[in-house]
């Protein structure tokens, strides 16, 4: 639907409006219509060409009208429908009651007559507009139907004049001033008031009358009025059959869900749009599976998702099976069957999975959702209860009118489930803000609230998992402490902790039987399924959860003799959630990270079992191992060393990283030799160990002596010797010292340029290292020079969203800031922020740095208010993501200080 407005350039349209779309407020008009060629069409509009003709009064009068009213949009039949698109004309058609239906105001234009004429008089009563087929619905439809004569003089609207109304045309007067709806009227009386109508083409004596009987049939014109009054009595009898139908499921459907609906639900709108939108589908039953963490929400989801269903589906039956347990399956089960009336639900023979899925599978059982939570036991679906007995995944109901939704933590299970990835839904935690407003409901007193950094610290600790909050709310509701009094009892020793995130709270969203549900033992049931059914992942869980949560090298994991059996361990855990795996570029070999509260959770579970402080010691036992079994001098024995190391090297446990790199160090001397590479890799890792502490001396000490060796040994031109360079460059470069790294960086460029090529990414990286060199001695020029060629060379070789151009562009931005050119520096920084946003994502790291460049940017420019406040955006974030103790968040604070 499009609408037209009145501009100061003339008349306009607006877009042409979906269905699905909302459509602002507009006037409609009602008329009769002159020649063809004297009427406005939608082409004239486009063209500007509609004043010239005869039926622009009617246009104006519908402005003007419109515009007396307050409304800006108005629409009128005979130029909004572009009727050389047959598409569009059919649309229209079969819409137009709802559009007069939808209207603010609707116009009835009658300009033949005297703008003194007498409503009683012959004048009025017999006014060919009473007379016309599609009048009959403008009349209908609109709540406000006003009637206008010649001058835009008003007569009066249809619900003062209603009984005259009647007297015309024979419809009653309650349905005129709408205190009876049109289905209360039998189809032969509807019928009745159109019998003495008339259409200039005999089909549209039908197709008017499609709105009335809220029908739609194809408009074929050409196939005679007869033989379209003969398809719309047709369907208007199949309509009446389908509402006692639908009318029927209403009376019969079953809403067996055993939950209220939760008040304090918060956010999860793009995954509750995702699967209503999957929920039913044509040619195929639906079968959704909602996946995550223990605590995320996943039943919380499907009852809010119910809820808005029930709303907008009233002939549907909705479902709840418990699949806990086999136990609370069958009583689940039998509780459907008997909400059915199912015949036979109460034979004890009888199977009943069967009857149930018999009956749901039927088009008599109508539109029908079944939902099957805590789906977690693989065995519960893949099992036989007796050889030859089927599988309660092949007992489930079938049917484009059956949508089952399944929440489970078991993500093997989820897939033996769907038919399609779109159909798994994997919940993540609610998010920063989601998570404020879950926790604003949730607390008794707001005030609270009010100190954001307490807010932002605690939801960061319980990682916005909806339990852990609802937990925590619970336990500041009851004993009426403070937030920081939270945050201090969270700061306390494991096992306090522990006992903390222990406590008893009534969850709602849970069945009575295990109502009570404190975030430590929610993944009680998951830990032993893992343990029963993969007993390398329950090995592994145990041994990180006393490495500790981040970065886990993969190799420091004890090995296996089955390759697949370690695939498969690491499945398991990644498909509960458990943990996330990537790449640490540190030192090239995958990492593992346990998220926050599992890692917190399992030490407990190996607690209760009394197994904590055998596996406390497993790592220090697996390298005790290998140097009992290959020497405390084997390679491998020195590898997990050095992979344990790297663990507390990317957590910033500088001390222990230090004292097993120097045992490595030591020994690989000794062993293989001061020159060999695998020594000059360890001397190097300590060197950066002290470069990350400050200790620059130490750290120069072991660069010079790695680079010696390398030049001597590889040649001053191999690239590990150019690395070496280029590290004791970045020594010199913190200690300001800056002549010293200029020399090594366009030592280590120049090389480079003639080794592997001017737009070699190592190559780039050393031309990024020497104009940052000259940057930090004020020469923008030479810097400005440098960056741009690296910044451009970037963009060609590796695209202009790569992490590596982006830099490039950061870095010139921040020359350009420096030289006092701030929109060139602006430009570049909002485009690198906006970049790394879309593909790393709001929190990462790198994306905050662009956003504190930018924010001094701002603040150059004299914009401070929007300069500080984007600062605390980022220093936010940095809290969030880094912790408050991370250099780059205290930064953001003493900048904030400085600003404010």
Same mark, same amino acid.
């Given at each position: 639907m499009? &609408?037209?407005?009145?501009?100061r350039?003339?008349?306009?349209f607006?877009k042409?409006f979906?269905?699905?779309e909302k459509?602002?407020?507009y006037?409609?008009?009602s008329?009769?219509?002159?020649?063809?060629?004297d009427?406005?069409?939608?082409?004239?509009?486009?063209?500007g060409?509609?004043?010239?003709?005869p039926?622009?009064?009617?246009?104006a009068f519908?402005?003007?009208?419109?515009?007396n009213?307050?409304?800006?949009?108005?629409?009128?039949d005979t130029c909004?429908?572009?009727?050389?698109?047959q598409?569009?004309?059919?649309?229209a058609i079969?819409?137009m009651f709802?559009?007069?239906k939808?209207?603010?105001?609707?116009?009835?234009?009658m300009?033949?007559? !005297?703008?003194s004429?007498n409503?009683?008089?012959?004048a009025?009563?017999?006014h060919s507009?009473?007379?016309?087929?599609?009048?009959?619905?403008?009349?209908?439809a609109?709540?406000?139907?006003?009637?206008f004569?010649?001058d835009?003089v008003r007569?009066?609207d249809?619900?003062?004049?209603?009984?005259?109304i009647?007297?015309i045309?024979?419809?009653?007067?309650s349905?005129?001033?709408?205190t009876?709806?049109?289905?209360?009227f039998?189809?032969e009386?509807?019928?009745?008031w159109?019998?003495?109508?008339?259409?200039?083409?005999?089909?549209?004596a039908?197709?008017?009358l499609?709105g009335i009987f809220?029908?739609?049939?194809?408009a074929l014109?050409?196939e005679?009025k007869?033989e379209?009054?003969?398809r719309?009595?047709?369907e208007?009898?199949a309509?009446?059959?389908?509402? #006692?139908v639908?009318?029927?499921?209403?009376?019969?459907?079953?809403?067996?869900?055993?939950?209220e609906?939760n008040?304090?639900?918060?956010?999860?709108?793009d995954?509750l749009?995702?699967v209503?939108?999957?929920?039913f589908t044509?040619?195929r039953?639906?079968?959704?599976?909602?996946?995550g &963490?223990?605590?995320?929400?996943?039943?919380n989801?499907v009852?809010?998702l119910l809820y808005?269903l029930r709303?907008e589906y009233p002939d549907c039956?909705f479902?709840?099976?418990s699949?806990?347990?086999d136990?609370?399956? !069958?009583q689940?089960y039998?509780k459907?069957?008997?909400?059915?009336?199912?015949?036979?639900?109460?034979d004890?023979?009888?199977?009943?999975?069967?009857?149930?899925q018999d009956?749901?599978?039927?088009?008599?059982?109508?539109r029908t959702?079944?939902?099957?939570?805590?789906?977690?036991d693989i065995?519960?679906w893949?099992?036989?209860?007796?050889?030859?007995?089927?599988?309660?995944l092949d007992?489930?109901?079938?049917?484009?009118?059956?949508?089952?939704?399944v929440?489970?933590r078991n993500?093997?299970?989820?897939?033996?489930l769907? !038919?399609?990835?779109?159909c798994?839904?994997?919940?993540?935690d609610?998010?920063?803000?989601?998570?404020k407003?879950?926790l604003?409901?949730l607390?008794?007193?707001?005030d609270?609230l009010?100190n954001?950094?307490e807010?932002?610290e605690?939801l960061q600790w319980?990682?916005?998992l909806p339990?852990?909050?609802?937990?925590?709310?619970?336990?500041?509701n009851?004993r009426?402490?403070?937030?920081?009094?939270?945050l201090?009892?969270?700061?306390d020793?494991e096992?306090?902790v522990?006992e &903390?995130l222990?406590?008893d709270?009534?969850?709602?969203?849970?069945?009575?039987s295990?109502?009570?549900?404190p975030?430590a033992t929610?993944?009680?049931?998951?830990?032993?399924?893992?343990?029963?059914?993969d007993?390398l992942?329950?090995?592994y869980?145990s041994?990180?959860?006393?490495?500790?949560s981040?970065d886990?090298p993969?190799?420091?994991?004890?090995?296996d003799p089955?390759?697949k059996?370690?695939?498969?361990?690491?499945g398991?855990?990644?498909g509960?959630?458990f943990?996330t795996?990537?790449s640490a570029q540190?030192?090239?070999?995958?990492?593992i990270?346990i998220?926050?509260?599992?890692?917190?959770?399992?030490?407990?579970w190996?607690?209760m079992?009394?197994?904590?402080?055998?596996?406390a010691?497993?790592?220090?036992?697996?390298m005790?191992?290998?140097?009992?079994k290959l020497?405390?001098?084997?390679?491998s024995t020195?590898?997990?060393m050095?992979?344990?190391?790297?663990?507390?090297?990317?957590?910033?446990?500088w001390?222990e990283?230090?004292?097993?790199?120097?045992?490595?160090m030591?020994?690989s001397?000794?062993k293989?030799g001061v020159?060999?590479?695998?020594?000059l890799t360890?001397i190097?890792n300590?060197a950066?160990t002290?470069?990350?502490?400050?200790?620059?001396e130490e750290?120069?000490k072991?660069d010079?002596q790695v680079m010696?060796?390398?030049k001597?040994?590889?040649?001053?031109?191999?690239?590990?010797?150019l690395t070496?360079?280029?590290?004791?460059?970045?020594t010199?470069?913190n200690q300001?010292?800056w002549?010293?790294a200029?020399k090594?960086?366009?030592?280590?460029m #120049?090389?480079?340029?003639?080794?592997l090529?001017?737009?070699?990414?190592?190559t780039?990286t050393?031309?990024?290292n020497l104009?940052?060199t000259?940057?930090?001695q004020?020469?923008?020029?030479e810097?400005?020079?440098l960056?741009?060629q690296v910044?451009?060379t970037?963009k060609t070789?590796?695209?202009?969203?790569?992490p590596?151009?982006l830099t490039?562009?950061a870095?010139?931005?921040?020359?350009?800031r420096?030289?006092?050119?701030?929109?060139?520096?602006e430009?570049l920084e909002?485009q690198v922020m906006?970049?790394r946003k879309?593909?790393?994502?709001?929190?990462?790291p790198?994306?905050?740095t662009?956003m504190a460049?930018?924010a001094?940017t701002w603040?150059c420019q004299?914009?401070?208010?929007?300069a500080?406040?984007?600062?605390?955006?980022?220093a936010?974030?940095?809290?969030?993501t880094?912790?408050?103790?991370h250099?780059?968040?205290?930064s953001s604070i003493?900048t904030?200080?400085e600003?404010s």
């Amino acid at each position: 639907m499009r &609408l037209l407005q009145w501009t100061r350039r003339g008349l306009k349209f607006t877009k042409n409006f979906l269905p699905t779309e909302k459509i602002p407020k507009y006037a409609i008009l009602s008329h009769r219509w002159d020649r063809d060629e004297d009427e406005v069409t939608y082409k004239d509009v486009c063209d500007g060409r509609y004043r010239d003709k005869p039926g622009y009064e009617k246009l104006a009068f519908c402005a003007n009208r419109a515009r007396n009213d307050h409304l800006q949009y108005f629409w009128v039949d005979t130029c909004c429908i572009d009727k050389s698109n047959q598409a569009e004309l059919q649309e229209a058609i079969i819409s137009m009651f709802a559009w007069y239906k939808a209207s603010t105001r609707c116009y009835v234009y009658m300009p033949d007559l !005297s703008s003194s004429v007498n409503i009683e008089g012959d004048a009025f009563r017999e006014h060919s507009w009473f007379t016309r087929g599609w009048t009959l619905q403008e009349l209908i439809a609109p709540v406000s139907v006003e009637f206008f004569a010649k001058d835009g003089v008003r007569l009066g609207d249809k619900n003062a004049l209603a009984t005259q109304i009647q007297d015309i045309t024979g419809i009653p007067i309650s349905l005129l001033r709408g205190t009876s709806e049109l289905s209360s009227f039998d189809t032969e009386e509807r019928f009745r008031w159109a019998e003495k109508r008339q259409t200039t083409r005999g089909e549209d004596a039908a197709y008017c009358l499609m709105g009335i009987f809220g029908i739609s049939i194809t408009a074929l014109y050409g196939e005679k009025k007869d033989e379209a009054n003969r398809r719309l009595r047709a369907e208007v009898a199949a309509s009446k059959q389908r509402q #006692e139908v639908w009318r029927k499921r209403v009376e019969n459907r079953v809403w067996q869900v055993p939950f209220e609906r939760n008040p304090c639900f918060t956010g999860r709108t793009d995954e509750l749009k995702t699967v209503r939108r999957q929920l039913f589908t044509k040619h195929r039953t639906a079968k959704i599976v909602i996946t995550g &963490l223990g605590g995320v929400g996943k039943t919380n989801f499907v009852i809010e998702l119910l809820y808005h269903l029930r709303e907008e589906y009233p002939d549907c039956s909705f479902l709840w099976i418990s699949a806990t347990t086999d136990e609370s399956l !069958s009583q689940a089960y039998h509780k459907a069957a008997q909400a059915l009336r199912i015949p036979g639900w109460d034979d004890k023979e009888a199977d009943i999975k069967q009857l149930v899925q018999d009956h749901i599978s039927s088009e008599e059982a109508g539109r029908t959702v079944l939902v099957f939570d805590n789906a977690d036991d693989i065995s519960m679906w893949v099992s036989r209860a007796a050889p030859g007995a089927r599988r309660l995944l092949d007992s489930l109901p079938k049917g484009d009118h059956v949508s089952i939704l399944v929440t489970t933590r078991n993500n093997e299970l989820a897939h033996k489930l769907i !038919s399609s990835p779109q159909c798994l839904v994997e919940l993540p935690d609610v998010g920063e803000h989601d998570s404020k407003e879950l926790l604003r409901k949730l607390l008794v007193n707001k005030d609270l609230l009010n100190n954001d950094e307490e807010v932002v610290e605690l939801l960061q600790w319980l990682t916005h998992l909806p339990l852990a909050i609802v937990q925590a709310a619970n336990y500041i509701n009851q004993r009426a402490c403070s937030l920081q009094t939270y945050l201090e009892l969270l700061d306390d020793q494991e096992e306090n902790v522990v006992e &903390l995130l222990s406590h008893d709270f009534e969850d709602h969203a849970r069945l009575e039987s295990d109502g009570k549900n404190p975030i430590a033992t929610t993944w009680l049931v998951s830990f032993k399924q893992i343990r029963d059914n993969d007993t390398l992942a329950a090995y592994y869980l145990s041994f990180m959860a006393c490495v500790d949560s981040k970065d886990i090298p993969l190799s420091l994991l004890p090995p296996d003799p089955s390759r697949k059996k370690v695939v498969d361990a690491l499945g398991t855990l990644q498909g509960y959630s458990f943990i996330t795996r990537q790449s640490a570029q540190q030192f090239g070999d995958a990492a593992i990270t346990i998220h926050r509260l599992v890692h917190l959770a399992t030490r407990n579970w190996l607690r209760m079992e009394g197994q904590l402080p055998r596996w406390a010691g497993t790592v220090t036992e697996v390298m005790e191992t290998r140097k009992t079994k290959l020497g405390v001098d084997h390679p491998s024995t020195l590898t997990s060393m050095a992979n344990l190391a790297s663990t507390f090297w990317n957590q910033g446990r500088w001390e222990e990283a230090e004292k097993l790199e120097v045992q490595v160090m030591e020994t690989s001397k000794t062993k293989l030799g001061v020159d060999h590479p695998s020594t000059l890799t360890s001397i190097a890792n300590l060197a950066s160990t002290f470069w990350n502490q400050g200790r620059w001396e130490e750290a120069e000490k072991l660069d010079v002596q790695v680079m010696e060796t390398r030049k001597t040994k590889l040649g001053v031109d191999h690239p590990s010797t150019l690395t070496s360079i280029a590290n004791l460059a970045s020594t010199f470069w913190n200690q300001g010292r800056w002549e010293e790294a200029e020399k090594l960086d366009v030592q280590v460029m #120049e090389t480079r340029k003639t080794k592997l090529g001017v737009d070699h990414p190592d190559t780039l990286t050393s031309m990024a290292n020497l104009a940052s060199t000259f940057w930090n001695q004020g020469r923008w020029e030479e810097a400005e020079k440098l960056f741009v060629q690296v910044m451009e060379t970037s963009k060609t070789k590796l695209g202009v969203d790569h992490p590596d151009t982006l830099t490039s562009m950061a870095n010139l931005a921040s020359t350009y800031r420096n030289q006092g050119r701030w929109e060139e520096a602006e430009k570049l920084e909002v485009q690198v922020m906006e970049t790394r946003k879309t593909k790393l994502g709001v929190d990462h790291p790198s994306t905050l740095t662009s956003m504190a460049n930018l924010a001094l940017t701002w603040k150059c420019q004299g914009r401070h208010i929007k300069a500080l406040a984007l600062m605390k955006d980022c220093a936010l974030a940095r809290q969030r993501t880094l912790g408050p103790k991370h250099p780059d968040f205290v930064s953001s604070i003493a900048t904030i200080e400085e600003w404010s």
